[in-house]
């Protein structure tokens, strides 16, 4: 029973092209996240949906497109790719925005950009 | 801007040996801290969740404490085990968002 799924797990792509990862949840959780790992290995936030709204946009170029259809889905898409984009991507989801909650992280989709 | 730290970056234990892992913030006005683990080519898994209220938390061998006013928190793990292995992250959290250290990797040898 995999919790938070994202796929694809790896994405190799040429830089100018546009891509897309998903996300799904089946926790019944209302917020939604994600979070760029670059390769010195730290985390940060990139956005945050809460019941398909969002509600952190942190400082992320507007090439990079968030889309909710639903509170179970959170996917990523991504126009005109360039080398900095390689990173891990990670997807992860919380009962609610309440600070309190522990968030649940998917395995990560690994872009490598060519 | 919260800045996290965590020190050290790598740690090589031989089995059985109690593990300490540091982490250090900046601003402590936080609501909670958080310790993750992170297994090569896989997501994170939440250890142990500290509110900002709170001192430690236990879970098995695991345990955290917190120290806000001085903006740290130490992760005990006791007699580690070759599946302790892995890369441990801390991270905090203020009014909207998470914000983690680069993490410890934890080598325990046989």
């Known amino acids: 029973d995999t919790a938070v799924s994202q796929t694809p797990k790896y994405l190799v792509t040429q830089m100018g092209n546009d891509k897309s990862i998903k996300c799904e949840q089946n926790l019944g959780h209302d917020t939604m996240y994600w979070y760029k790992q670059d390769s010195k290995k730290f985390l940060k936030i990139m956005f945050s949906?809460?019941?398909?709204?969002?509600?952190i946009n942190e400082t992320v170029p507007n090439r990079f497109s968030p889309k909710s259809p639903d509170k179970a889905h959170l996917n990523l898409h991504i126009n005109s790719l360039e080398l900095g984009d390689s990173a891990v991507y990670f997807c992860?989801?919380?009962?609610?925005?309440?600070?309190?909650?522990?968030?649940?992280f998917g395995d990560g989709t690994r872009l490598s950009i060519l | 801007k919260q800045e996290v730290t965590q020190i050290p970056a790598a740690l090589s234990v031989p089995e059985g040996e109690n593990l300490v892992l540091n982490c250090s913030f900046t601003?402590?006005?936080?609501?909670?801290l958080q310790w993750f683990r992170q297994d090569p080519g896989k997501g994170l898994t939440s250890l142990l969740l500290?509110?900002?209220?709170?001192r430690e938390q236990t879970s098995g061998r695991l345990n955290a404490s917190l120290d806000k006013s001085s903006g740290r928190s130490t992760l005990y793990i006791a007699a580690s085990q070759p599946g302790d292995s892995a890369t441990y992250l801390c991270a905090v959290r203020d009014d909207y968002k998470l914000s983690f250290g680069a993490g410890t990797t934890v080598t325990v040898r046989a």
């Open positions: 601003d402590s006005a936080i609501y909670n």
């Open positions: 949906y809460n019941n398909k709204e969002l509600i």
């Open positions: 992860a989801s919380s009962p609610s925005d309440n600070s309190n909650q522990p968030q649940h």
């Open positions: 500290i509110q900002s209220s709170q």
